[in-house]
């Protein structure tokens, strides 16, 4: 037996059928082709399905595709809407912090929720917030450079914008 | 994951209707990341999901009369870190949620799924005994309430019978000159389980000299999260030196009751156990950094 799902992603609508035990990450990958949001331990240990839940990031593997409802999901396909890749994803690929990639959605979703609320973090801050992503090619400290190296950059465009 | 039947009630009262209606098979699913994976990897086998989170007033922090805070069941880790409201007056409990899983997890997991797991390794559970709190608990019968002390009674089992619901957590006012740390032990930086967990609180005298009360519970080491009373007592009514921190240390380990298992042995837990009760009132009592 299917459900009714009415869902909300990167600001489009979506009116779907679903069974129960699927996840988000399931859904958005297999009935949404929204592939960019990886599938890895489905434990919610590795964070290569991290997605966006009213801004906050979440392992979509872990939420109920039906728990979904009502609530903006935004995945790794938004970012770079209209071809332009984000600052974020610029700095990773300048920097070297892509290499499977396999992470790299999760990552540059996580860091960007982290630069949404604290825009100039310490590295530390920066560690902290990664936490729940992995990186099995263990390229950390680009990817740690390329956060901070992308706060920067949108800290002083944002300056100059004023 | 196996089928599941799947409701979403506005209601308490619907809530606990399907749960007592379904009977065993039928889950309450909070956060998810207990049940979810437990349901893909079969551990559990749902017949029945009741959605909790579309009741209203179940993810609230809010005052009360008496200066006390009700913390919903549903309110997540993320936002017990965050609150202004927990920083001010219980900063054990936004302390030790920071300590918990990842941003990604924290953003999902409650204070109500970590309690109602009853994982002897349960982070929420130390810090909240010692505070003093209470679980509310509603069900067909109505509402009762439990000192968390009781809620445990054993691994994975809790005072909830079936169709019961853990609403919320009443915490009493926080009390003057109180100071509380909860340290956990852990191999890795962050994102694993308490080998062990220590909850101390302290409240010390108009000169900060002498501890009036304190409460040291413990985690990871016994079924149920435990509560180390005789080791308390060496710490109430004279100075905290060190040769009395040390015997409420030992205290400590001696009351543990550690099991083997894949994370680490029982005698390195006990071990651990009186590092970091001794750690803790290091830290409460030279306000040093947390180590």
């Known amino acids: 037996m299917k459900y009714p799902l009415t869902l909300k992603v990167n600001g ?59 609530h903006e999901i935004t995945t790794i396909e938004a970012l770079s809407a209209g071809g332009e890749l984000h600052p974020l994803q610029r700095a990773f690929v300048q920097r070297g912090a892509i290499q499977c990639g396999y992470c ?35 390229g950390y400290v680009k990817i740690i450079e390329a956060v901070l190296a992308a706060a920067e950059e949108m800290a002083s465009a944002d300056v100059g914008s004023r | 994951m196996r089928f599941f039947e799947y409701y979403a009630p506005k209601t308490l009262d619907e809530a606990i ?33 009741v959605n909790l989170k579309r009741i209203p007033g179940l993810n609230d922090i809010a005052p009360e009369e008496d200066g006390g805070l009700r913390l919903g069941a549903l309110v997540t880790l993320a936002e017990i870190a965050r609150s202004l409201l927990m920083g001010e007056r219980y900063p054990l409990l936004a302390q030790t949620a920071r300590k918990m899983g990842s941003v990604l997890i924290r953003n999902l997991a409650t204070v109500g799924g970590n309690l109602c797991n009853a994982a002897p390794s349960a982070d929420m559970a130390p810090p909240l005994i010692a ?41 009493p006012p926080p009390r003057p000159r109180t100071r509380g740390v909860y340290l956990k032990h852990i191999y890795r930086q962050a994102m694993d389980i308490a080998i062990v967990g220590v909850a101390v609180l302290l409240q010390f005298d108009e000169q900060e000299a002498i501890a009036e009360d304190a409460r040291i519970v413990l985690g990871a080491v016994a079924p149920t999260p435990l509560r180390v009373p005789e080791a308390e007592s060496v710490l109430i009514g004279a100075p905290l030196t060190e ?37 803790a009132l290091e830290h409460l009592v030279s306000h040093s950094p947390e180590r």
């Not at chain 1, 990552?107 to 992995?134: D, F, H, K, W």
């Open chain 1, 12 to 70: 489009e609508t979506y009116r779907l059928e679903v069974k129960p035990h699927r996840s988000l990450l399931e859904v958005l990958r297999d009935e949404l082709d929204l592939t960019g949001t990886n599938d890895g331990c489905r434990t919610g240990n590795c964070g290569a399905c991290t997605v966006l839940v009213d801004g906050a990031p979440i392992p979509s593997c872990l939420m109920l595709a039906l728990d979904a409802e009502g």
């Open chain 2, 131 to 171: 505070l003093g709190a209470e679980a509310v608990i509603v069900g067909p019968r109505g509402e009762r309430r439990v000192r968390l002390e009781k809620f445990f009674h054993g691994p994975g089992q809790t005072e909830l019978r079936h169709g019961e619901l853990l609403t919320a957590i009443r915490l």
């Open chain 2, 243 to 279: 040769d009395r921190r040390l015997e409420a240390a030992r205290r400590a380990a001696r009351a543990a009751r550690p099991i083997d298992d894949t994370y680490s042995s029982a005698w390195y837990r006990r071990e651990m156990v009186g590092v970091l009760t001794r750690r």
């Open chain 1, 104 to 138: 790299t959605p999760g990552m540059i979703l996580s860091a960007y929720a982290l630069l949404q609320e604290n825009p100039r973090p310490t590295e530390a801050e920066v560690r902290r917030a990664l936490v729940g992503n992995l990186c099995r090619c263990t």
């Open chain 2, 17 to 49: 209707q399907l749960l007592v209606r379904h009977g065993e098979g039928a889950y309450p699913l909070a956060g998810g990341t207990d049940l979810v994976t437990k349901a893909r990897y079969g551990h559990l086998r749902p017949r029945v999901i």
